[in-house]
């Protein structure tokens, strides 16, 4: 079965110090990932994603994530955090097995605190 | 370009009684699909729309069910209220057409149940 996880609840770095929220899949075939941002009583947001091609995505608002196909990794990267990017970010895969359905999988969500 | 959007934002229902809630996709998009997400949680599939049938369903119960119109727009219909279906219900919208897979959500419902 599809699955995605993200091992922490909450992510604590001082602003201008680069950030890193992980997030690890589980998918049978090739994975398509997506990384979206949720602030509060709000919609998600989409962010970046995976399908195909270079391993360094880049997205929105300065983020990027690196695809690691040997680790089942889709880590969520920014090189200077600003205090505006607290908010709580998931991680999603496509189910492939799914067919025609476009049914994202999504992780817990990582808590983004950035502090002034 | 207009965003998805829902209605109505906020809901307070009883528990046993039936709610409505409603989605307009994003311009050009032909696949809508809604998602319950818990306190806490991250959003959970329930049911995906294209041109007008249901082509995917979660793991949620008949009560829970949907209707897609000829402008791509949506409801989400829950009958026999369960305390339990207190959340943020996401319309998402998307075009799979060209393999790029991505769903632009709207701001969410939020329905409590008491």
């Known amino acids: 079965a599809q699955s995605v996880a993200q091992p922490e609840d909450q992510v604590n770095v001082a602003e201008g110090n680069p950030l890193t929220v992980k997030c690890t899949y589980s998918v049978s075939g090739n994975p398509y990932l997506f990384w979206y941002v949720q602030y509060p009583n709000r919609g998600l947001q989409f962010l970046l994603k995976y399908i195909t091609g270079d391993n360094l995505v880049k997205g929105s608002y300065g983020f990027e994530a690196e695809f690691n196909k040997s680790q089942t990794s889709f880590h969520l990267k920014k090189p200077s955090a600003l205090v505006s990017d607290s908010a709580l970010y998931f991680c999603a895969v496509r189910d492939a097995a799914g067919g025609a359905t476009n049914k994202l999988i999504f992780g817990t969500g990582t808590l983004l605190a950035v502090q002034p | 370009e207009t965003g998805v959007t829902q209605s109505p934002t906020h809901l307070i229902k009883t528990r046993g009684q039936q709610v409505t809630l409603r989605c307009s996709s994003q311009?050009?998009?032909?696949?809508v699909s809604w998602y319950q997400q818990a306190l806490g949680q991250g959003p959970q599939f329930i049911f995906q729309?294209?041109?007008?049938?249901?082509?995917g369903r979660g793991n949620f119960p008949p009560r829970f069910s949907g209707l897609q119109f000829p402008n791509y727009s949506s409801e989400l219909n829950v009958n026999a209220l369960e305390l339990d279906d207190s959340a943020l219900y996401l319309c998402a919208s998307s075009s799979p057409k060209g393999g790029t897979y991505e769903q632009y959500f709207g701001p969410g419902t939020r329905l409590t149940v008491t």
């Open positions: 729309y294209y041109r007008e049938e249901e082509n």
């Open positions: 311009s050009g998009h032909n696949t």
